[in-house]
């Protein structure tokens, strides 16, 4: 039973995990989906009720009954490679290979359309509220009057992206910034804006989730209040290993069970009182950064979970359906 | 409680299923996604575990909690007639919007991110099979010597895009054709083909599924067999109610169950035994044809099942997730 991990060539990440694989014995096929077609190829046929597929990638034939897991890492753009790229082929080429590997038993680290849904920044706020994940006061508004109601009864805001992406191609990150107190909300209308309850954080912590594993680690922050983005702020020594609180633990995989997510990397920040404040969960999140200042095993975690046998809690069932005529 | 319809200005579907709520007295937001920010504006407040939010478009305001059903029709792209747009604030107002849906408690028709699933074709082939529907024997393959092993076997066979969309801009329908005997597949490699043995029909089916509620028609097939596609084939007469077969509904029924759609529009053949061959099913098919040609009140099954209140058996959990510290 083979592993496959679709991601581009140049990935680190993923060559960790897959020496893990290999240390273990278990076979991986690695493709990245931009290659297809040309580099990788596939196969599949629907045939009196039963499908076969085949995937071939670097000279390797794999059939997808003997696929055990599906690791979607950075996967490139279907066809992408092709010598005449277009929106079209692209959509063939992907439909073909994820229409196609959905239809197999293989567990999915995380299903595409899971993974797409989980990206909602709203969404995950809601579903952070209801697993029992404090969730600092927050607006997302388009009424320049609702967000200066907000403003009044939380004075101490910061401002961010509501999807978390960046405006700028190539992409550059734009920070969380502070909210002035003399903010001028009228803009608000030009473009949905997410004002959130600034927390005076003492740490900030990020919690890796592998399946049921949880790895969080802490990095406490520097004494300045105007620095509250963590990828913008000055060095404050390395990421530490932190135990994970039960409530937060039970209420972290409460939150990957009902968005069937494998993984999941969440950002908190931790307060005075020792309360992790949600901010978000990314279900693509890096984990080389805090595997390296910490010595905690995540690739090991990944590449245990990818080789495990059997559907997964997190995989759709996929057996057949049952139907009484 | 009010149905939201998102979908675009022009859409004379959507105006039959809005003059059945009219005349059931049933409230209806209609909005097309493509006016936020402007024309429709959004706010949500997480505070205290707790969201409110509220939609506005035309001068009505509407509580997402008072919301009883989503229908996503045919909405376009969010932030499309701002002054400039971009790709950067169409994702911030897609996720403002979606995200923010996605945390209330109404019922889909369909939800985005099944919707998007059931796109796929091969996955629709995979779960026909599954749910009990004859599937006509089918390859997709980038393998030219695969495509070749299976016109040996299946000497009568068509050709057609695996995702159903279309090659060109403005976008053109592509016809389903007949594969010629003595057909070269060496441009196979440069792109998924799908070939699928043609059945020798006696008629096209329509089978709307709508809940529960299965609506089919039939159009006897012109006796010419070059013309495989309903699409492009001469007039025949019009469509005419059809009985559904009970091994058909069921599957039908285990189909859209397991691809988690409130909507689906079939296309099978039937052949010279009677047995309906599944084509495809289209989570967002047209349907004012079928009810023009036999009268079949599908408007009022949709306005019906978007006025029911409480969470449809479609949708998914929405409640608080329990978590066991």
Redesign the interface.
């Known amino acids: 039973m083979t592993v496959l991990i679709l991601t581009s060539e140049q990935d680190v990440t993923a060559d960790m995990v897959v020496a893990e694989l290999n240390d273990a014995d278990v076979p991986v096929v690695r493709l990245d989906p931009a290659d297809?077609?040309g580099g990788v190829?596939?196969?599949?046929?629907?045939?009196?009720?039963?499908?076969r597929g085949h995937l071939?990638a670097g000279g390797r034939l794999v059939s997808t009954s003997g696929l055990r897991s599906v690791w979607v890492r950075r996967p490139g753009v279907p066809?992408a490679r092709?010598a005449e790229p277009?929106?079209?082929?692209t959509?063939?080429?992907?439909?073909?290979?994820?229409?196609?590997l959905?239809?197999t038993h293989a567990r999915w680290m995380n299903r595409p359309?899971?993974a797409?849904?989980a990206?909602?920044?709203?969404?995950?706020?809601?579903?952070a509220?209801?697993?029992?994940l404090p969730?600092p006061?927050?607006?997302?508004?388009?009424?320049p009057q609702?967000a200066r109601e907000?403003a009044e009864r939380f004075p101490d805001l910061v401002v961010k992206?509501?999807?978390g992406?960046?405006?700028?191609?190539p992409p550059r990150a734009i920070p969380t910034t502070r909210v002035a107190p003399d903010a001028d909300f009228t803009a608000v209308?030009?473009?949905?804006t997410l004002l959130q309850r600034r927390i005076a954080k003492l740490a900030d912590i990020r919690l890796t989730a592998v399946g049921d594993r949880l790895l969080a680690a802490r990095k406490p922050a520097v004494p300045d209040a105007d620095d509250v983005d963590v990828r913008f702020a000055p060095p404050s020594g390395p990421w530490q290993p932190a135990d994970v609180p039960?409530?937060i633990a039970?209420?972290v995989r409460?939150?990957l069970?009902?968005a069937e997510l494998a993984y999941g990397a969440f950002d908190f920040v931790e307060d005075a009182d020792g309360i992790w404040w949600f901010l978000e969960c990314n279900q693509s999140g890096q984990f080389g950064f805090v595997e390296l200042d910490t010595g905690q095993p995540i690739a090991r975690t990944i590449a245990q979970w990818l080789a495990r046998h059997g559907p997964g809690p997190e995989s759709r069932p996929a057996?057949?359906?049952?139907?009484?005529?």
Chains 1, 2 share one sequence.
Do not use: C, N
């Open positions: 297809l077609p190829a596939l196969s599949g046929e629907y045939v009196h009720g039963t499908f071939s066809a092709v277009s929106a079209w082929l959509e063939e080429s992907s439909q073909a290979l994820y229409g196609m959905h239809g359309d899971a797409r849904r990206r909602r920044k709203p969404w995950q706020l809601r579903l509220q209801r697993s029992g969730v006061a927050t607006l997302i508004t388009t009424f609702a907000f992206p509501v999807s992406t960046h405006p700028q191609e209308a030009f473009g949905p039960p409530r039970a209420a409460a939150y069970h009902q057996g057949p359906v049952r139907v009484t005529p």
